[in-house]
């Protein structure tokens, strides 16, 4: 079975950290550019970080950029989003998105965790 499932949310003071964790079973997910979004209530759905590809660079959001780290552990097919200094503004459902695309002429389909909530608050 096809799927992501993402893991690492909850309360967390300003100035904290949080990693966010996102499992692929039934994919490799190093083959994809992997990515991860937030949606803040009433708020259309935002880039945070992703993977270039191919190249497998790192690529941030100004907003996170310096705070958060993406990192990927092929072995265990999980990627992370370390989170530090969060701010009240971070509030959101964390989703984790492997895009699809196209090698040659061969398509492979793209897949969305159902997301972990992060609350920023003292």
């Known amino acids: 079975q096809v799927q992501l499932v993402e893991s690492g949310g909850g309360l967390v003071q300003p100035g904290g950290s949080l990693r966010l964790s996102c499992a692929a079973s039934g994919f490799t997910l190093s083959s994809y550019g992997m990515t991860w979004y937030r949606q803040a209530p009433g708020k259309e759905r935002e880039y945070v970080a992703s993977f270039t590809r191919p190249g497998g660079g790192t690529v941030y959001a100004d907003s996170v950029k310096g705070r958060f780290t993406i990192s990927r552990d092929n072995f265990k097919n999980t990627v992370y989003l370390q989170m530090n200094s969060l701010k009240p503004e971070d509030t959101a459902v964390y989703l984790c998105?492997?895009?699809?695309?196209?090698?040659?002429?061969?398509?492979?389909?793209?897949?969305w965790g159902q997301g972990t909530q992060v609350t920023v608050s003292s």
């Open positions: 998105n492997a895009p699809s695309y196209c090698s040659g002429s061969v398509c492979y389909a793209g897949y």
